[in-house]
């Protein structure tokens, strides 16, 4: 059972927009930044997007991330058939522990 | 260009104690402002922090783990380690090292290494 709630998969067509969604609570994304996480089948995970809606360098401008209140939500836009992964956030709790989603399996149709 | 590698047992028999050790290239651990932390795998599930060591030294443990975890810096070798006692078959795991610029945000990964819990 993850602190953070995610659906456990979505699904889009090549140059649609999908949007993942990610609900927590008052100790966690209400209160601090998040993360978001896109883990390629048998790689590590990679940084996607930082303190809310920042993308690290080399991050293309298709991934964007939003907080509203105790929820977040990544949206991709355009989308690739390389884009298909899975799709994690990640939160500060401030009961000192980091906290991660369940994870959202991307499939392009 | 930072570079992080896991090393380590990949087998482990049950109630022992896991040790993996990430060795950090291409900058200092001592740098000011990072955090290094331990992320797990279970196969086929999703991530679990573990633990996190801030370059001053102070720890942040995983509440679940707190009473099985260590996690230490050796700057003299650019490495830091996890240690993880009485371990069973739940602790079998792709296990991360990576580098955190915030408390939950980490820019850089190891690729990870397998360790099963197994007699």
């Known amino acids: 059972q993850s602190v953070l709630t995610q659906p456990p998969s979505a699904s889009g067509t090549p140059g649609q927009r999908v949007t993942i969604s990610c609900s927590g609570s008052?100790?966690?994304?209400?209160?601090?930044?998040v993360y978001w996480y896109q883990q390629l089948p048998g790689t590590a995970p990679k940084l996607l997007i930082y303190?809310?809606?920042q993308r690290p360098s080399g991050v293309p401008d298709r991934f964007s991330g939003s907080k509203s209140g105790t929820s977040a939500s990544l949206a991709i836009s355009g989308l690739r058939s390389e884009d298909e992964a899975d799709y994690y956030c990640a939160a500060w709790d401030d009961s000192l522990k980091v906290v991660f989603g369940g994870g959202t399996k991307l499939t392009v149709l | 260009q930072l570079q992080l590698q896991e090393s380590g047992p990949g087998l482990v028999k049950p109630s022992e104690t896991l040790s993996l050790t990430c060795t950090v290239s291409?900058?200092?651990?001592?740098?000011?402002?990072?955090?290094w932390g331990w992320i797990r795998q279970p196969p086929g599930k999703g991530l679990e922090w573990i633990g996190s060591?801030?370059?001053?030294?102070?720890?942040y443990y995983n509440p679940s783990l707190k009473s099985r975890v260590t996690i230490s810096v050796d700057t003299s070798k650019n490495q830091f380690s996890l240690k993880l006692s009485s371990v069973t078959a739940a602790d079998t795991a792709v296990y991360y090292c990576?580098?955190?610029?915030?408390?939950?945000?980490?820019?850089?990964w190891g690729q990870g290494t397998l360790v099963t819990v197994s007699s």
């Open positions: 060591i801030y370059y001053s030294g102070s720890t």
């Open positions: 008052s100790s966690n994304i209400g209160s601090n930044y």
């Open positions: 303190r809310n809606n």
């Open positions: 990576a580098r955190l610029v915030t408390r939950a945000g980490a820019d850089y």
């Open positions: 291409g900058g200092s651990i001592s740098s000011s402002s990072y955090y």
